[in-house]
């Protein structure tokens, strides 16, 4: 064999010299030009695919080639890139490479050549490159349709920060097509007379169902879709887990989502065993445990996506990564007042191994016992010292025991323990009254407090024993939660038993003995004084073998019933501190002092009167009332705008009675009603000056505004009806149909004077006016034609029948009073004269006036073709005023009379101005 | 149910992104040759007879069902996760196909030859891209409300005039 390679490389390097002098020689390249070159367009990826073969070698042996590649786009001469590929060839191999190219390829013509050169160790320099090969192209339009507009690449799937280059095909070089990024213009550069592209930099995620870039010309828009993604990143907190040797469980935080709909894939891979397995979810991933176990495990996790792979690796020992499943099943067994068995399961682990668990008693949020117990299948503890009646909660975890790593999840159950006989003796007092001789004694005793209850109180039972008569024994039960009941009681000695019974039994009863004679009263009352913390008091024992004292006092004094209270205290005390929080300040307390004999019997040992805090100071003023039938009383001298509290209260030569309520009485203010005396006149001025405004308020209106006279109550009407003229009307302003308004423009310094001057159309010409039209006029209309003069007063009815009107020319300056009252034929005809010939008047040059112009009114609106001679000036169209009809024979004095001006121009339409 | 379709359109739009969001987006020049067409000019159509235009009602409605269904197909591979669209074209797609439904149960009861109700769709154009599939639910969307709008209509007729 390495006979056989020596004689090859001989041969080889025998041959080789031998071509290359060939090639030297006959100036001819060596015959490893690469062969049968094809490119193909992988559009998907956006990539050229070349193959080829090099049929030239002469020997069975691989050869290591360098291959030289030139690709050129739109045109051969274009060299866009160019690259070495070095491989080792053997004889009639099809070799294959792959270019990606930036540009999607349907924009643009590629031609691609390549070159070779054998870069052998086995052959010595020198080398030579080999002649090109022809140019191959790869043209991916050629197979495209007919549409107007292509956009490539189809769609694209990118990394976020990633750069994409877009291009389109227009084959109407007319349209003119734009591109936009979502809804932003995007601007390309032109490559071709038809292709443009686009590049798109540092692309962004802006949606899971990617993102819109289209074009649009004339036609129909055409687009792809970038499906742009996140970054893939690395998971973090890789760690696995077992529960029950049997399978693992790995887990891990994988980061932001990639924010595409394909998601990233995740394998785990063990490498001691060379398995792996595709994870069914992006967090975490199972790992079936042999049947052979494998104690020690090295996971390798790795995350893959279009664009990356990404990996993290553990090693795993399997006993020190076990987490037990939760126990179950717990409940409470046999519970009683003290004590509860608890029980529970727990999931097998591998060949049954034991776990430990944790045993939690909880009594109001708190953990107050704790207990380790190992298990294997079933788990059972007794908890001890617990309360009666008593809510617990009982809380187990388990581990493994045999290398401890993590608690299970646990598990909890409530349970209440059972109800116990109560543990205390009730606190109980009483108050004997006498009534004819024989004592009633009113029993009282406190709640017991919960510790001690041991469950609820159902009654308590009162066994009243007659110390005189041992066979005489009464038992009352009185139903909680009465803390009292009344006893009557003969004049015997007696010995008095409260117990209290919840279900489980009855308390330590509680004695008191009654004597059946009063006591000792006559005890001296002795005054106290008492401070922020209550009353101190003390006192001194009277006997030697007293078992206590108790201190006795009402909380209310003043109220009745006495709500009494009372303190046991022990033998060898001899003083202490009552304190209540229904202690007031100003109200008198007594308070009382037993001494409790070995028979339980109460002797009285002193009473102790005093206030909390006195609150005499604040008594300003105490009057004595003698008449007891008196029942008003009149308080004198206060304080304005003062608080005082009122309290009345009986009193006998004992002394006073019990100190009711006070009742609040604030004084007035001391000027008040000196402001009464001030308002009340001050008020009645403004009502008689306003009554009297408001009679005066016609005269004022008469004076200073009157009516506006209605053309109906008109003297003028008095005259028409003095003239007996059957054509009387009167005419509505509403009735005027408004046409246009002309706006008179007069050249700037020029000035017509038309005072006593008649001056025919042709002399003003110079004052052409402007017109704005309200409603369509005729076409060939001239001029601007008869105006309507709507001013107050009378409009000429024959003018008006006639179809036309009047043409009054006005200054603006001139006031509407000038016109004077129209009382009478006269004085109207006056007015007009006088209003035309102040129209007449100077009018400032380069003024323009704004008059109205009646189309309805005109006569050229129904006589075209007679216009008039003297059409009128478009300066000497009134202003709109308010008008009335005038009864014909009024305004027109009969033909040939020397009429005024006015009539002649009411009456003549051709002398209109 | 022209309600539906037109809320169905709006609601396709919106979730397509842009241009297809622009409240001014309308592409008539959008066409599919599988569709029923929406060309025929309301005089010709009108003045067809009653029989003539249940049966081309009918096969509209049938081939609506089957594209509504594709455009279903599509938006479930876009957007995986909105109940909402991807609801709304199961819901027109159903009364696409009740409706072809109950007019062919009409045609039958007055003896009016039915098309197979089995047909299958072919392939259908603008399927090549993403964005081509977007402007493909456009105008199935587009289209199904034209042929709802003549459908109501025409039913409509049939009503009044039949029961006179």
């Given at each position: 064999?390495?006979l056989f390679?020596v004689?090859q490389?001989?041969?080889?390097?025998?041959?080789?010299?031998?071509r290359t002098?060939?090639?030297e020689?006959?100036s001819?390249?060596l015959?490893?030009?690469p062969?049968s070159?094809?490119?193909?367009i992988?559009?998907t990826k956006?990539c050229?695919?070349?193959q080829?073969?090099?049929?030239?070698?002469?020997?069975?042996?691989?050869?290591?080639m360098?291959?030289?590649i030139?690709i050129?786009r739109?045109?051969?001469?274009?060299?866009?890139?160019m690259?070495?590929?070095s491989?080792?060839?053997?004889r009639n191999?099809?070799?294959?490479?792959?270019?990606?190219?930036e540009l999607?390829?349907?924009c643009?013509?590629?031609?691609?050549?390549m070159?070779?050169?054998?870069?052998?160790a086995r052959?010595?320099?020198p080398r030579?490159?080999?002649n090109?090969?022809?140019?191959?192209?790869a043209?991916?339009q050629?197979?495209?349709?007919?549409?107007?507009?292509?956009?490539f690449?189809k769609?694209?799937?990118?990394?976020?920060?990633?750069?994409?280059?877009?291009?389109?095909?227009?084959?109407?070089?007319?349209?003119?097509i734009?591109?936009?990024?979502e809804?932003?213009?995007?601007?390309?550069k032109?490559l071709?007379?038809?292709?443009?592209?686009?590049?798109?930099?540092?692309?962004?995620?802006?949606r899971?169902?990617?993102?819109?870039?289209?074009c649009?010309?004339?036609?129909?828009?055409e687009?792809?879709v970038?499906f742009?993604?996140k970054v893939?990143?690395e998971?973090?907190?890789?760690s696995?887990?077992?529960?029950d040797?049997?399978?693992l469980?790995?887990t891990?935080d994988?980061?932001?989502?990639?924010?595409?709909?394909?998601l990233?894939s995740y394998?785990?891979?063990?490498s001691f065993?060379?398995?792996?397995?595709?994870c069914k979810?992006?967090?975490?991933?199972?790992?079936q445990?042999?049947?052979?176990?494998?104690?020690?495990?090295n996971?390798?996790?790795?995350?893959e996506?279009?664009f990356?792979?990404?990996?993290?690796?553990i090693l795993?020992?399997?006993?020190?990564g076990?987490h037990?499943m939760?126990?179950?099943?717990?409940?409470?067994?046999n519970v009683?007042?003290?004590?509860?068995?608890?029980?529970w399961?727990?999931?097998?682990?591998?060949?049954?191994s034991a776990?430990?668990?944790?045993?939690?008693?909880?009594?109001?949020g708190k953990?107050?016992q704790q207990?380790?117990v190992?298990?294997?299948v079933?788990?059972?503890?007794?908890l001890?010292?617990?309360?009666?009646?008593?809510?617990?909660?009982a809380?187990v975890?388990?581990?493994?025991?045999?290398?401890?790593?993590?608690w299970?999840?646990s598990?909890?159950?409530?349970?209440?323990?059972?109800?116990?006989?109560?543990?205390?003796?009730?606190d109980?007092?009483?108050?004997?009254?006498?009534?004819?001789?024989?004592p009633t004694?009113?029993?009282f005793?406190?709640?017991l407090?919960?510790?001690?209850?041991n469950?609820?109180?159902?009654?308590?039972?009162v066994v009243?024993?007659?110390?005189d008569?041992?066979?005489?024994?009464?038992v009352l039960?009185?139903?909680?939660?009465?803390?009292?009941?009344?006893v009557?009681?003969?004049?015997?000695?007696?010995?008095i038993?409260?117990?209290?019974?919840?279900?489980?039994g009855p308390s330590?009863?509680?004695?008191?003995?009654?004597?059946g004679?009063?006591?000792?009263?006559?005890?001296e009352?002795g005054r106290?004084n008492g401070?922020?913390d209550?009353?101190?008091?003390?006192?001194?024992?009277?006997s030697?073998?007293?078992?206590g004292?108790?201190?006795?006092?009402?909380?209310?004094?003043q109220?009745l019933?006495?709500?009494?209270?009372w303190?046991?205290?022990?033998?060898?005390t001899?003083?202490?501190?009552?304190?209540?929080g229904?202690?007031?300040?100003?109200?008198r307390y007594?308070?009382?002092?037993?001494e409790?004999?070995?028979?339980?019997?109460?002797?009285?040992l002193?009473?102790?009167?005093?206030?909390?805090?006195?609150?005499d100071n604040s008594?300003?003023?105490k009057?004595?009332?003698?008449n007891?039938d008196?029942?008003?009383?009149?308080?004198?001298?206060?304080q304005?705008e003062?608080?005082?509290?009122f309290l009345v209260?009986p009193?006998?030569?004992?002394?006073?009675?019990?100190?009711?309520?006070?009742?609040?009485?604030?004084?007035?203010d001391?000027?008040?009603?000196?402001?009464?005396?001030?308002i009340?006149?001050?008020?009645?001025?403004?009502?008689?000056?306003m009554i009297t405004c408001?009679?005066?308020?016609?005269?004022?209106k008469?004076?200073?505004?009157p009516?506006?006279?209605?053309?109906?109550?008109?003297?003028v009407?008095?005259?028409?009806k003095f003239?007996?003229?059957?054509?009387?009307?009167?005419m509505?302003?509403?009735?005027?149909?408004?046409?246009a308004i002309?706006?008179?423009?007069?050249?700037?310094?020029?000035?017509?004077?038309?005072?006593?001057t008649r001056k025919?159309?042709?002399e003003?010409k110079?004052t052409?006016p402007t017109?704005?039209?309200l409603?369509?006029t005729e076409?060939?209309?001239s001029g601007?034609?008869?105006?309507?003069?709507?001013?107050?007063?009378t409009y000429?009815r024959?003018?008006?029948?006639?179809g036309?009107?009047?043409h009054f020319p006005?200054t603006?300056q001139?006031?509407?009073?000038?016109?004077?009252?129209l009382t009478?034929p006269e004085?109207?005809?006056?007015?007009l004269e006088?209003?035309?010939?102040?129209?007449?008047g100077?009018?400032?040059a380069?003024?323009?006036?704004?008059?109205?112009?009646s189309?309805?009114?005109?006569?050229m609106s129904?006589?075209?073709?007679?216009?008039?001679?003297?059409?009128?000036?478009?300066a000497?169209?009134?202003?709109?005023?308010?008008?009335?009809?005038?009864p014909?024979?009024l305004?027109?004095?009969?033909?040939?009379?020397d009429s005024?001006?006015s009539?002649?121009?009411?009456?003549?339409p051709s002398q209109r101005? | 149910?022209?309600?539906?379709?037109s809320?169905l359109?709006?609601?396709?739009?919106?979730?397509?992104g842009?241009p297809f969001n622009?409240p001014r987006f309308?592409?008539?020049?959008?066409?599919?040759?599988?569709?029923p067409?929406?060309d025929?000019?309301f005089?010709?159509?009108?003045?067809l007879?009653?029989?003539v235009?249940?049966?081309?009602?009918q096969e509209a409605?049938w081939?609506f069902?089957?594209?509504?269904?594709?455009?279903?197909?599509?938006?479930m591979?876009?957007?995986?996760?909105?109940?909402?669209?991807l609801s709304?074209?199961?819901e027109?797609?159903?009364?696409a196909?009740g409706?072809?439904?109950n007019?062919a149960?009409?045609?039958?009861?007055?003896?009016?030859?039915?098309?197979?109700?089995n047909?299958p769709?072919?392939?259908?154009?603008?399927?090549?891209?993403?964005f081509q599939?977007?402007?493909?639910?456009?105008v199935?969307?587009?289209?199904?409300?034209?042929?709802?709008d003549?459908?109501?209509?025409f039913?409509?007729?049939?009503?009044?005039?039949?029961?006179?």
């Amino acid at each position: 064999m390495a006979l056989f390679a020596v004689l090859q490389t001989t041969f080889l390097l025998a041959l080789l010299p031998l071509r290359t002098y060939q090639s030297e020689v006959l100036s001819e390249p060596l015959p490893l030009t690469p062969e049968s070159l094809n490119v193909s367009i992988n559009s998907t990826k956006q990539c050229l695919h070349l193959q080829w073969t090099v049929h030239s070698l002469d020997y069975h042996q691989e050869l290591k080639m360098v291959f030289q590649i030139q690709i050129s786009r739109f045109k051969a001469s274009n060299v866009i890139w160019m690259g070495n590929y070095s491989t080792t060839v053997k004889r009639n191999q099809v070799l294959h490479w792959s270019w990606e190219s930036e540009l999607p390829l349907e924009c643009a013509m590629h031609f691609v050549r390549m070159r070779t050169m054998v870069d052998d160790a086995r052959i010595p320099a020198p080398r030579f490159w080999s002649n090109w090969s022809s140019w191959e192209k790869a043209d991916a339009q050629s197979s495209l349709g007919d549409q107007p507009l292509y956009v490539f690449p189809k769609d694209k799937l990118v990394e976020e920060g990633s750069d994409v280059t877009i291009c389109y095909i227009s084959r109407n070089h007319q349209d003119n097509i734009s591109c936009y990024l979502e809804d932003e213009l995007t601007y390309g550069k032109q490559l071709d007379q038809n292709v443009w592209a686009f590049e798109l930099k540092n692309v962004s995620f802006f949606r899971k169902s990617g993102t819109n870039f289209y074009c649009k010309g004339r036609g129909i828009p055409e687009g792809l879709v970038l499906f742009v993604s996140k970054v893939l990143e690395e998971p973090k907190d890789f760690s696995c887990e077992t529960r029950d040797l049997k399978t693992l469980t790995c887990t891990w935080d994988p980061g932001k989502d990639t924010g595409l709909i394909q998601l990233p894939s995740y394998t785990l891979f063990e490498s001691f065993s060379g398995k792996k397995t595709l994870c069914k979810h992006r967090n975490r991933c199972d790992w079936q445990v042999t049947q052979d176990p494998q104690e020690t495990y090295n996971f390798t996790l790795v995350a893959e996506n279009y664009f990356r792979k990404r990996s993290v690796n553990i090693l795993f020992n399997l006993i020190h990564g076990v987490h037990p499943m939760a126990p179950y099943n717990l409940f409470p067994k046999n519970v009683n007042a003290t004590h509860a068995t608890m029980t529970w399961k727990v999931y097998s682990i591998g060949n049954n191994s034991a776990l430990l668990c944790q045993l939690q008693l909880l009594g109001e949020g708190k953990v107050i016992q704790q207990h380790n117990v190992s298990v294997r299948v079933n788990g059972e503890y007794l908890l001890s010292e617990l309360e009666p009646d008593t809510d617990y909660m009982a809380r187990v975890c388990c581990a493994y025991a045999d290398h401890f790593w993590k608690w299970s999840e646990s598990i909890s159950q409530k349970f209440t323990t059972g109800e116990a006989a109560p543990s205390e003796a009730p606190d109980v007092w009483r108050d004997v009254t006498f009534v004819s001789g024989h004592p009633t004694v009113t029993l009282f005793w406190k709640p017991l407090a919960k510790v001690h209850t041991n469950g609820k109180i159902l009654f308590y039972n009162v066994v009243v024993e007659n110390l005189d008569e041992p066979s005489s024994l009464e038992v009352l039960s009185v139903p909680a939660p009465a803390n009292s009941t009344k006893v009557t009681l003969n004049q015997s000695s007696y010995q008095i038993h409260v117990t209290a019974h919840n279900s489980a039994g009855p308390s330590p009863a509680s004695t008191v003995a009654i004597s059946g004679h009063p006591g000792n009263e006559n005890v001296e009352e002795g005054r106290m004084n008492g401070t922020e913390d209550g009353f101190p008091m003390s006192w001194k024992p009277q006997s030697r073998n007293a078992t206590g004292y108790v201190v006795e006092w009402c909380d209310g004094p003043q109220n009745l019933p006495c709500i009494l209270r009372w303190k046991n205290l022990g033998p060898t005390t001899t003083g202490t501190v009552i304190s209540s929080g229904a202690f007031r300040p100003g109200v008198r307390y007594n308070f009382r002092i037993y001494e409790i004999s070995t028979k339980r019997m109460a002797h009285l040992l002193e009473k102790k009167a005093g206030y909390l805090e006195e609150l005499d100071n604040s008594v300003c003023c105490k009057y004595t009332i003698d008449n007891p039938d008196e029942k008003t009383f009149v308080v004198k001298a206060l304080q304005p705008e003062s608080v005082y509290e009122f309290l009345v209260t009986p009193y006998t030569s004992a002394g006073e009675g019990p100190l009711d309520d006070f009742t609040k009485v604030t004084t007035p203010d001391e000027y008040s009603h000196i402001l009464l005396h001030i308002i009340l006149p001050m008020i009645f001025c403004v009502l008689v000056v306003m009554i009297t405004c408001y009679l005066k308020s016609q005269w004022l209106k008469d004076k200073c505004y009157p009516d506006i006279p209605d053309p109906y109550k008109s003297s003028v009407l008095s005259l028409i009806k003095f003239k007996e003229n059957p054509h009387i009307t009167i005419m509505n302003v509403n009735d005027c149909v408004p046409d246009a308004i002309e706006v008179v423009n007069k050249p700037e310094g020029s000035k017509t004077q038309f005072i006593g001057t008649r001056k025919s159309p042709t002399e003003t010409k110079g004052t052409k006016p402007t017109y704005l039209d309200l409603l369509p006029t005729e076409k060939n209309y001239s001029g601007p034609g008869p105006c309507i003069c709507f001013e107050n007063f009378t409009y000429n009815r024959a003018a008006s029948d006639l179809g036309y009107c009047g043409h009054f020319p006005v200054t603006p300056q001139a006031p509407p009073c000038q016109l004077g009252p129209l009382t009478s034929p006269e004085n109207l005809l006056k007015t007009l004269e006088q209003n035309y010939m102040n129209s007449l008047g100077e009018i400032p040059a380069g003024e323009a006036n704004l008059n109205y112009v009646s189309q309805l009114a005109s006569p050229m609106s129904g006589d075209k073709e007679s216009p008039p001679t003297n059409p009128p000036e478009p300066a000497l169209c009134s202003e709109y005023k308010m008008q009335m009809a005038l009864p014909l024979g009024l305004a027109s004095p009969p033909p040939g009379e020397d009429s005024s001006l006015s009539s002649t121009t009411l009456s003549d339409p051709s002398q209109r101005h | 149910m022209q309600m539906q379709t037109s809320t169905l359109l709006q609601t396709y739009l919106q979730h397509q992104g842009s241009p297809f969001n622009d409240p001014r987006f309308s592409s008539s020049g959008l066409s599919l040759t599988t569709l029923p067409p929406t060309d025929m000019p309301f005089e010709i159509w009108h003045g067809l007879e009653d029989g003539v235009r249940l049966s081309l009602t009918q096969e509209a409605f049938w081939s609506f069902s089957q594209h509504l269904q594709l455009a279903e197909t599509d938006q479930m591979a876009l957007h995986p996760d909105d109940f909402i669209l991807l609801s709304q074209l199961e819901e027109a797609r159903l009364k696409a196909k009740g409706l072809a439904g109950n007019l062919a149960g009409i045609m039958t009861a007055l003896d009016l030859p039915t098309p197979p109700a089995n047909s299958p769709l072919g392939t259908v154009p603008l399927g090549d891209s993403a964005f081509q599939r977007k402007c493909r639910g456009y105008v199935i969307i587009r289209d199904y409300g034209f042929w709802t709008d003549r459908a109501v209509t025409f039913l409509g007729e049939l009503k009044t005039k039949y029961s006179e």
